[in-house]
């Protein structure tokens, strides 16, 4: 499905299908120029998401030898295609945090560190086996393609405007959005999604992921905002009532966190997360694909994280398991 959001400049969104996932689709955002195109985030390196954004840009006429793609973050889902754009030799602007998680994931050894990682915080072994079909691996790109590093407050003339990068680490080290200060347009990427909350969980390279989430949704709380345009599903008109539910929902989060922790003096973060609220269709936890219980496990160690980063809780070290209390 194409969409028209905005005249002057023309913008456009291409709903890319994200099959067997929760975030249902991608916006991939297409912006044309009088001389050159810009596309923001691409799908899964999967035949579905391919032939969804392909048939997007065929139909929207974007001529790939004048088109431009920003990458917002790591993640499968936005980045999973991007080798349609380096094959065809187009500029590829991306936060180098971002990328150089990126490539060193591709060996396989970042991921062979969570997984210790999550055994120590209590996931059995079996549902650490299951990871191998996890789509934020199996559906990655290839990283055979170089990047114009991107930072913060940077300016970039991309599709005949004037665009401004603003770096909100959180979701991952390098998230970024990108402004339209004329338009007031505002790409969120999954830092700000209006339908869902978007997933903060532990990242190796980066401390404390939820403060770092919380600090970047205030640094935009009075940015001037006429249309908030979201990697997925739905945007709005304005960011900060949404920031100020984020910021809320976290809240309540930490509180839920506290409580167990009080009520299971001891716990692993793998028990802790499965006595959380989760939005899953009334599932019970032993229900859970272990793909989810993944992320969840992921969410629930920010809030942990952040707990024994102010002194609200301690984490016990035994041989084999950490603990909470």
């Known amino acids: 499905m194409i969409e028209k959001l905005h005249a002057k ?3 456009y969104r291409i709903e890319v ?3 067997h996932n929760p975030l ?21 390196n999967l035949p579905i998401c391919r032939s969804d954004l392909c048939g997007g840009l065929q139909a929207l006429q974007v001529d790939l030898r004048r088109t431009d793609l920003f990458l917002t973050h790591l993640h499968a889902a936005h980045t999973g295609l991007v ?10 602007y991306m936060q180098g945090d971002d990328y150089d998680f990126l490539a060193a994931a591709e060996s396989g050894e970042v991921w062979r560190n969570a997984e210790v990682r999550f055994m120590r915080e209590g996931m059995p072994a079996t549902d650490i086996q299951t990871q191998f079909s996890n789509y934020a691996r199996a559906y990655s790109p290839r990283v055979d393609f170089r990047v114009h590093r991107v930072h913060h407050g940077q300016r970039l003339r991309l599709a005949d405007e004037e665009w401004y990068v603003i770096h909100t680490p959180g979701h991952t080290k390098g998230q970024c959005c990108l402004y339209l200060p004329q338009q007031e347009i505002l790409f969120t990427s999954d830092h700000i999604l209006f339908d869902i909350t978007p997933n903060i969980q532990i990242w190796s390279n980066m401390s404390n992921a939820l403060e770092e989430y919380l600090k970047s949704l205030q640094a935009l709380r009075d940015l001037p905002v006429a249309a908030a345009l979201p990697g997925h599903r739905k945007g709005r008109a304005s960011i900060k009532e949404r920031i100020q539910e984020l910021r809320r929902h976290h809240g ?5 966190v506290m409580r167990l922790i009080r009520l299971y003096p001891g716990s692993t973060a793998f028990d802790i997360a499965g006595q959380m609220a989760w939005s899953m269709r009334g599932l ?16 629930a160690l920010a809030h942990i994280e952040y707990l024994v980063q102010h002194g609200e809780i301690r984490k016990i070290k035994d041989s084999r398991q950490y ?3």
């Open 9 to 11: 400049p023309d913008i």
């Open 284 to 299: 019970s936890w032993s229900a859970f694909p272990p793909t989810q219980k993944w992320f969840a496990l992921g969410e």
């Open 17 to 19: 299908t994200l099959p």
């Open 24 to 44: 249902q689709y991608l916006n991939s955002y297409v912006i044309k120029g009088k001389t050159r195109n810009l596309v923001i985030d691409t799908g899964f």
């Open 323 to 325: 603990r909470y209390e």
């Open 83 to 92: 080798h349609l754009f380096s094959q065809a030799g187009c500029p590829i």
């Open 252 to 256: 309540q989060r930490l509180e839920e």
